[in-house]
């Protein structure tokens, strides 16, 4: 593969973690708990081919409207994943980060975000955005309202605006756009996922369930992204 076909960015919306389970014929949680090694896969996925950053949707803004149980497992899920991962993520170089707003999150969830971000801070080989109780809207509802706060301060001037100035506000900043965002679980929809930073991405389905992606099928998503041949609006 040519070095510049390989993205330099890849987001995961990491969906069928229940249908998964039921498959199983177990609770949902069970597929949210297998779902964590997919994630390891993942790392060491993009950590082998050089990938610069691999932001994982983990819980929207609007995922708080399923039953308090689930979403209380799935937080659970979340501050386990981080106890026991970080330690190697940070001998491996990678540098945690979440994305979207955390301050609602329950305090264990909040304390062991603070620890893994703490802990790989200074990290560089590879940045894994953690998107928790993310919204592409919200994330650009509050680019937007710290923009307004400083026009009204006189620190702007909202005509000489630009995209990268919003760009700089959303959450994801340091990271270049996502070249492609994969989605598991068969639906073809983007759920409100980077909705800002994709507007060029391409976009890689598959019907294959979350806890079933293997680093063969990644190969074959960065295989596929590979072939595209991205024009931005202009001619090849
Ligand atoms: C994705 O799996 C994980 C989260 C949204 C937290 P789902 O829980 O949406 O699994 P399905 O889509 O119901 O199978
Ligand atoms: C998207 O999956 C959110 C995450 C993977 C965290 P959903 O299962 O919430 O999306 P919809 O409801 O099918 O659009
Ligand atoms: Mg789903």
């Given at each position: 593969m040519e070095e510049g076909k390989i993205p330099k960015h890849i987001a995961i919306i990491m969906d069928g973690n229940g249908r998964w389970a039921k498959k199983q014929g177990l609770a949902?949680?069970?597929?949210?708990?297998?779902?964590?090694k997919p994630v390891r896969r993942a790392v060491e996925f993009c950590r082998n081919k050089g990938i610069s950053c691999l932001t994982v949707f983990a819980f929207s803004t609007e995922n708080w409207k399923r039953p308090a149980s689930e979403v209380n497992i799935i937080m659970g899920i979340l501050r386990e994943y981080l106890y026991s991962e970080t330690p190697e993520l940070n001998a491996n170089g990678v540098k945690v980060r979440f994305i979207g707003d955390i301050s609602v999150l329950p305090q264990e969830c909040r304390e062991a975000i603070y620890y893994s971000e703490k802990i790989t801070e200074k990290n560089d080989s590879l940045t894994?955005?953690?998107?928790?109780?993310?919204?592409?809207?919200?994330?650009?509802?509050r680019a937007v309202k710290t923009l307004a706060a400083k026009a009204v301060q006189g620190d702007i001037e909202p005509e000489e605006l630009t995209e990268d100035d919003v760009s700089a506000e959303l959450y994801t900043s340091g990271c270049p756009d996502p070249d492609m965002i994969?989605?598991?679980g068969a639906e073809k929809r983007i759920s409100n996922f980077l909705i800002w930073q994709g507007a060029y991405s391409e976009l890689y389905f598959t019907d294959k369930l979350w806890p079933d992606i293997t680093e063969d099928d990644l190969e074959e998503a960065v295989q596929w992204y590979s072939e595209r041949q991205r024009r931005y609006g202009g001619l090849k």
């Open positions: 949902r949680g069970y597929g949210h708990r297998e779902g964590m894994l955005n953690i998107a928790c109780n993310y919204g592409g809207r919200a994330d650009i509802l994969i989605r598991t």
